[in-house]
Structure formats: C-alpha cells, structure tokens
T-cell receptor, first 115, second 116 residues
Framework: AQSVSQHNHHVILSEAASLELGCNYS??????LFWYVQYPGQHLQLLLK??????LVKGIKGFEAEFIKSKFSFNLRKPSVQWSDTAEYFC?????????????FGKGTKLSVIP | NAGVTQTPKFQVLKTGQSMTLQCAQD?????MSWYRQDPGMGLRLIHY???????DQGEVPNGYNVSRSTTEDFPLRLLSAAPSQTSVYFC???????????????FGPGTRLLVL
C-alpha cells in the first residue's frame, strides 16, 4: 500500500534557525510530490510541488524541497525560520499521470518557532 | 473567484442524526474530493469525483455518502452520525489531469464537526 512518512511529529526552533522536515514515501511508480502548510485555524495551502525536471524545487515564503529518487525522499528546507512559520506541515504524494487523483498525506509535522 | 467554499463552518450533531456538508467551487474544476483531518492522522481521503455523475471511494468511505449532480457542487452526507466521525472535513478541487500536465488541488476552509 502507498504510504507517506514524516519523521518528526513536533519540531521546536528558535527564530533564524535552519529547518529541515523529513518526508519519505513508499510508492511503486513515478510520483508527484507536494508540501502543504496549515497555519493555526486555517485551511491547507500549497507551499511547493514537484512534478518533473529539476529535483530542487523552490516554493513560497523561502521554502525549498529536494526530491531524491533513490532515497524516496522529499525533504522540506528553509535556511532561516521566522515566528510566522509556526504551522503544521504536510507532505503529500500521488502517482503521476492521467487518471491518478488520490493524494496520500503524511501525518504532519508541527513546527513551533520561538521568538 | 471565491475558490472552494464550505458550509457550515461548525456543526454539532447527536449520535444517529444525519446531515450534509456542502462544498462548492467556481473554478470549473472537474475533480473534487473530501478529506477528514484528525489529530496525528494527517488527511485521509473519504470520497472523490472526477466529474458530474462520477464518484468513487477513497481510504475511509464508511458512513459517508456523496453525489455529484453538477460540476460546481460536491456534498458529503453523513447517514447516521457517530462520535468517531468527529473531525475536521476539508473539500478540495482541481482540474482534471490530462497527459503530463498536473494540477494542484485547492482546499476549502473546512467544516468542524462534533458528534456527541
């Protein structure tokens, strides 16, 4: 069965610290990869996505992620976090190609940034 | 565009009651879906639809029913509410995927449901 693992349940960082959130997936084919963010009390918003091409993907608000196919990973990074980055982050995966619609989400990682 | 809208924002039900969660989008998206979000579980797909008149089950369909009579609307029905259905429900939509062009899913603001 398809699955997505996010290694950290809760990460606490001080402002200006660097961030890396892990995401590994188990899928038997070509995949599309996503990171979504959910700020407190809000709905999910797309941070970045990977479909094909350059495995280093840049998203909004200074976030980036690197797709490493050999490791089945899509880790999210940000060089310097801000208090406003406090949120829950979800990695999501789907099979690529026409006729594939189901997104499988990881369980999420809560990020708390201390001023 | 309003994007994806959901009503109500919050609902309290008693065990055994039925209700319908509404979802609408004004982007002419063919694909729509319902997820539930529970603490520590991430989002799990309940049902999805790839166009009017076409629906299919996701990961956790039991206790829920859907229909898609128009492109714009995709209501989720709870047939007989149970405490285990206490959750936050998100609706999402995207254009139909064609060829190598993949569309992002856009999420609604959510409905918080409490079943007593």
């Amino acid at each position: 069965a398809q699955s997505v693992s996010q290694h950290n349940h809760h990460v606490i960082l001080s402002e200006a610290a660097s961030l890396e959130l892990g995401c590994n997936y188990s899928y038997g084919g070509t995949v599309n990869l996503f990171w979504y963010v959910q700020y407190p009390g809000q709905h999910l918003q797309l941070l970045l996505k990977y479909f094909s091409g350059d495995p280093l993907v840049k998203g909004i608000k200074g976030f980036e992620a690197e797709f490493i196919k050999s490791k089945f990973s899509f880790n999210l990074r940000k060089p310097s976090v801000q208090w406003s980055d406090t949120a829950e982050y979800f990695c999501a995966v789907k099979l690529a190609g026409a006729g594939s619609y189901q997104l499988t989400f990881g369980k999420g990682t809560k990020l708390s940034v201390i001023p | 565009n309003a994007g994806v809208t959901q009503t109500p924002k919050f609902q309290v039900l008693k065990t055994g009651q039925s209700m319908t969660l509404q979802c609408a989008q004004d982007m002419n998206h063919e694909y729509m879906s319902w997820y539930r979000q529970d603490p520590g579980m991430g989002l799990r797909l309940i049902h999805y639809s790839v166009g009017a008149g076409i629906t299919d089950q996701g990961e956790v369909p039991n206790g829920y029913n859907v229909s898609r009579s128009t492109t714009e609307d995709f209501p989720l029905r709870l047939l007989s509410a149970a405490p285990s259905q206490t959750s936050v429900y998100f609706c999402a939509s995207s254009r139909t995927i064609t060829g190598d062009f993949e569309e992002t899913q856009y999420f609604g603001p959510g409905t918080r449901l409490l079943v007593l």
